[in-house]
C-alpha cells in the first residue's frame, strides 16, 4: 500500500470514529455509519470490524450498533490533559448560564468543524435544545462554529468556503455570501449571532476563545429561544460573552506558560 491509499485508508477510519462519536450514547447500525461516512456498506462493516478488534470500538451483540471502545477511552484520557478545558471552563459556564438565564456552552474547533464540549443549563424554562455535547457542526454553521471562523486569516477562510458547500446541507441562508456578510458582522461586533439559522425560534451568540498563540481553538455560546434575543439585549450578552471568553482565553495562556 503506497502512501496515498495508506492516507485514503486513514481518512475512512477517521470518518467512521466520528460518525460512531455523533451517536453516542446509543449507538448507530453499520447502515447508518456507513451512509454517515459515506461509504459503502461492506467497506464499513469491514472497517469497523478492524477497529473493534484493537478495541477502539464495541459492538452490541443483541443489537449489532456500533459504540466507542474501551482503548479510545484510555487514548482519550491521556490526550485529555493536553486538549481538554473543561474543568477550566466550568466555573466560566455556570457563570454565563447564572447571569443571562440561558444555557451556556463550550465548543472546540476540530478541523472544519466546531464540536460541543460542555454546556451548562440556564435557569429560564424555555429552551432551545439545538445543541448537546457531542454535536459537531461545520465552521460557519450555529454561532460558535461562525464565532471560530470569523477569527481565522482571510487565506484560511478562502480556502474553507472554496471547498464546502454549506448551502447544500444547511438552506440558502448559508451561502457564501451570506456566511461571508455574518463573518463582517462578528468582527464588528465582536461575537457572533445566529438567528434562528438551523431551527425556527432558537437563537444563539457566541465569542471565540484562542489559545496561547492566538488562534481562535474554542468557543463560548448562549442559545435560547429567540424572545430572549431582542435587539436592545444582544448588546450586553454579547459583552458578557467576549468578557468569559476573554477570561477563559487568559487561562489558557497562563496554563501554557506555567
Known sequence: ??????????????????????????????????????????????????????????????????????????????????????????????????????????????????????????SFPLRSHVLHVGLRLPLGVASAGLAILSHLSEREIDDYLSSVDLAASWGPEHARAAVRERIEATRVAGYAVNPALLVPGSWGMGAAVFDHRGSPAWALSLTGVESRFPAERRPLLGKLLLQQAHRLSRRLRERSFN
Not at 95 to 113: K, N, P, Q
Open 1 to 122: 500500500m503506497d502512501g496515498a491509499q495508506r492516507s485514503h485508508v486513514i481518512g475512512r477510519v477517521a470518518a467512521l470514529l466520528r460518525a460512531v462519536a455523533g451517536h453516542e450514547p446509543n449507538g448507530a447500525s453499520t447502515t447508518d455509519l456507513a451512509r454517515t461516512a459515506e461509504l459503502a456498506r461492506p467497506t464499513a462493516h469491514r472497517l469497523l470490524s478492524s477497529l473493534a478488534t484493537e478495541g477502539l470500538l464495541d459492538r452490541d451483540p443483541k443489537t449489532g450498533r456500533w459504540s466507542l471502545g474501551p482503548e479510545l477511552f484510555l487514548l482519550g484520557s491521556l490526550a485529555a490533559e493536553r486538549y481538554d478545558i473543561t474543568e477550566l471552563a466550568h466555573d466560566i459556564l455556570r457563570d454565563l448560564a447564572r447571569e443571562t438565564g440561558e444555557s451556556a456552552f463550550l465548543s472546540a474547533r476540530r478541523g472544519d468543524e466546531s464540536v460541543c464540549l460542555a454546556e451548562e443549563e440556564g
